[in-house]
Nanobody, 123 residues
């Protein structure tokens, strides 16, 4: 069974950090672009970051550039999203998704999705 599982979410104060993980089971991530997306209550799902299958290409939303870093460890079949200098507006459910589509594609292009992990930034 193909599965993606996110972890690492939680409650953090503004300015704090979290590292999200996206672990795959049932398939290898080697050949897939991985995207991180988020959705806040009442808002549309938006792309946060993506990384190509080789790791050689990454993309970030303007709102997170300089604060978030995406990386992948194909040996561990896991992709990470390091989130620093978190802001209240980063509060959302974060999802990872996998697909052979190029990095930067819209969320609807991704075939495999995790269940999401809640990130709450609040004092």
């Amino acid at each position: 069974q193909l599965q993606l599982v996110e972890s690492g979410g939680g409650l953090v104060q503004p300015g704090g950090s979290l590292r999200l993980s996206c672990a795959a089971s049932g398939f290898t991530l080697d050949y897939y672009t991985i995207g991180w997306f988020r959705q806040a209550p009442g808002k549309e799902r938006e792309g946060v970051s993506c990384i190509s299958s080789s790791g050689g290409s990454t993309n970030y939303a303007d709102s997170v550039k300089g604060r978030f870093t995406i990386s992948r460890d194909n040996a561990k079949n896991t992709v990470y999203l390091q989130m620093n200098s978190l802001k209240p507006e980063d509060t959302a459910v974060y999802y990872c998704a996998a697909d052979p589509t190029p990095c930067g594609s819209r969320w609807s292009e991704y075939e495999y999705w995790g269940q999401g992990t809640q990130v709450t930034v609040s004092s």
